[in-house]
């Protein structure tokens, strides 16, 4: 089976001494317990990139992340990071098309596309976020909406730079203090039609929006989901362990399963 990617987007949260009391508790754990089987990451916000970097050391198990990048190497763009600044930084990963940077800063399908291209060729891992609206959702489309967006932000790539893309599917009607928990029957339909598409051919699909202690073993039931990508209940370094164990349980599971 696939590494179970487990990650957290801490948004607009922590100043520079929380992130590091979080990062430093991570890098503790991470040094007993060194898993193959889960893949975890952190995308702090800029402020604290190097100081996340710094302490996980560059031999950490854990990969690092930015919430956005411009798709320019550089130049006249006022309040923008670019790839290569993120990666310089210690950035692995860069998240593309949040749907609050979609929805409050004019993110579309173009700049995500213009985005994945720019991760991949400075040798980052794009992680594509899609998801749809409530109302969307309402009308039956959710299925054909996320495709369309992650069609249109991976289009035109080889096999080769696919293979190194990660999504995650999270509906926006399941994001934040706003959203409610989807349920495992209403998530089997938009990851079979995902998993359809990309299952085998990305390094992972991964569910966010409301994962929680009490959901999160479910979530990573669910076909095709190689994966959670979490708000909340990672801030607190606690919650992030725990999801780190349920993950471990999971695929402790299916491999004596088979
Ligand atoms: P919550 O887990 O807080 O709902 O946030 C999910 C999310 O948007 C992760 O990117």
């Not at 190097?50 to 320019?72: I, M, R, Y």
């Not at 998240?95 to 979609?102: A, F, L, N, W, Y």
């Not at 990508?229 to 801030?235: E, I, P, S």
Request: aromatic fraction near 6%; glycine fraction near 10%.
């Amino acid at each position: 089976m696939s590494t179970l990617w487990v990650g957290t987007s801490w948004k607009m949260t922590k100043t520079l001494a929380e992130a590091r009391t979080w990062a430093e508790g991570l890098r503790d754990h991470l040094a007993q317990t060194a898993s193959t089987a889960v893949q975890p990451f952190v995308i702090p916000s800029f402020t604290a990139t190097t100081a996340v970097a710094g302490v996980l050391g560059e031999d950490s198990p854990a990969l690092l992340g930015v919430q956005n990048a411009h798709w320019e190497e550089a130049g006249a763009w006022t309040g923008e990071v670019s790839v290569p600044q993120a990666k310089d930084a210690g950035a692995q990963i860069v998240e593309i098309g949040h749907s609050e940077r979609r929805e409050h800063f004019g993110e579309t399908v173009a700049t995500t596309r213009l985005k994945v291209a720019a991760a991949l060729r400075h040798g980052l891992t794009p992680l594509l976020c899609i998801g749809e609206s409530a109302e969307v959702k309402e009308a039956g489309g959710s299925s054909e909406f996320i495709l369309e967006q992650a069609r249109g932000a991976l289009a035109g790539l080889t096999d080769e730079e696919l293979s190194r893309v990660v999504i995650a599917y999270e509906p926006i009607w399941a994001i934040g203090e706003n959203g409610r928990p989807a349920t495992v029957a209403e998530l089997i339909e938009p990851f079979a039609a995902l998993g359809a598409e990309y299952s085998g051919r990305i390094t992972g699909l991964l569910y966010g929006g409301s994962v929680n202690l009490d959901n999160a073993a479910a979530l990573l039931e669910i076909e095709h989901v190689t994966g959670l990508f979490v708000g909340r209940t990672a801030w607190q370094l606690e919650g992030y362990l725990e999801l780190l164990q349920i993950a471990e349980a999971h695929a402790e599971a299916e491999q004596i399963g088979g």
